[in-house]
């Protein structure tokens, strides 16, 4: 089993940044790819990003060219680098382990789960 927590959440203004981490414990996931999903007040669970087990990378048109997922498996982390924030990025970042090595859209797709951590994006 593998044990994920989020951290890097907070306020900001629109047009800022924010790094989210998501460290793994418990089990190495270098192996399987992991997707960042976010769920605002009200809404349904949505896909932001993924990366799979060989590097590869997918990302919600909501959000291309404004977020950057990465790996770096010495460490069992996954960033995810939010740049240009706008107020409707505002919302619960969860970040979770595929069943396998190929990167998924779906929440189906992923069997681990984070807490989350908050972020907020003030106009």
């Known amino acids: 089993q593998v044990q994920l927590v989020e951290s890097g959440g907070g306020l900001v203004q629109a047009g800022g940044s924010l790094r989210l981490s998501c460290a793994a414990s418990?089990?190495?996931?270098?192996?399987?790819?992991v997707g960042w999903f976010r769920q605002a007040l009200g809404k349904e669970r949505e896909f932001v990003a993924a990366?799979?087990?060989?590097?590869?990378?997918r990302y919600a048109d909501s959000v291309k060219g404004r977020f950057t997922i990465s790996r770096d498996n010495a460490k069992n982390t996954v960033f995810l680098q939010m740049n240009s924030l706008k107020p409707e990025d505002t919302a619960g970042y969860y970040c979770a382990k595929a069943r396998g090595a190929y990167v998924s859209g779906v929440v189906s797709g992923y069997d681990n789960w984070g807490q989350g951590t908050q972020v907020t994006v003030s106009s």
């Open positions: 990366i799979s087990g060989f590097g590869g990378t």
């Open positions: 418990g089990r190495t996931f270098s192996s399987y790819a």
